[in-house]
């Protein structure tokens, strides 16, 4: 079973369908990458697996349980986290409070819990605290876990986003542009993490336009053209595809 299919997917705004009949599955452990040009529907698709995107028509399940219905905050409690193509961080909050942000979708305490600081609550906070810590240990910035994020560079921010996303632990997680913008001397850290978040067991999506890093970090790449399959193969035969060639390779990405 695939830990994640979709099924005939249609997607309209008005008379446009910005993704039309879409199937495509996701194993556990895969980088699977997505490509198409500018209008594919890429992020459109991301956002309908979030659960930000209502759906025309068909269906969308984890681990063979039907999510469509689901609010985007109960599919991130099943394990579907993600980054937006814009940055969004908190700048005037510090690295670990931006951390601390995205351990919330496990959190189990409640309001009025909170609101009474009752110790099971203050021990919850702790853990978050201790998981928000070890997160940013995996970029190499605990020591600076009390500075504003707005310190940080572009690429380190990205980072940040990136390890936020993690900290709910989720089983996969989708990065919309995870270089778009960084400066090329800032986009190996970035590609170094994703490899290092797949390699401890989290399956990762990415929709980017750097067909470099595509290339060279999935197993596998999902083809879109006009919100409809074009191809999906591994990135030799991505690569090799006549038509994929024809209808993307071949054209400069318009932001690559
Ligand atoms: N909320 C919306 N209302 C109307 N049309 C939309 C909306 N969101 C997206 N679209 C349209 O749907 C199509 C797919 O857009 P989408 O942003 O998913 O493409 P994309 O492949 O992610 O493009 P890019 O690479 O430029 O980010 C486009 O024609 C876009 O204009």
Redesign the pocket.
Known sequence: MALLDVENLRIS?GG?H?VDGLSTSVRQGQIKGII?P???????LFNAIAGIQKLSAGSIRLEGRPIESLQPWQRAGLGIARTF?NLQIFPELSLIENVMIGCHPKARAGFCGALLGLPGVRREERTIEERAYAQLGLLGMQDRALSPAGDLSFGESKLLEIARALAADPKILMLDEPIAGVPAAEQAPVVRMIREINARGVTVILVE?NMRMVMGLCDEILVLRSGRFLAQGTPREIAADPEVIGAYLGEEPAHA
């Open positions: 705004f446009l910005a198409g500018n209008g594919a529907g890429k992020t459109t193509q336009h």
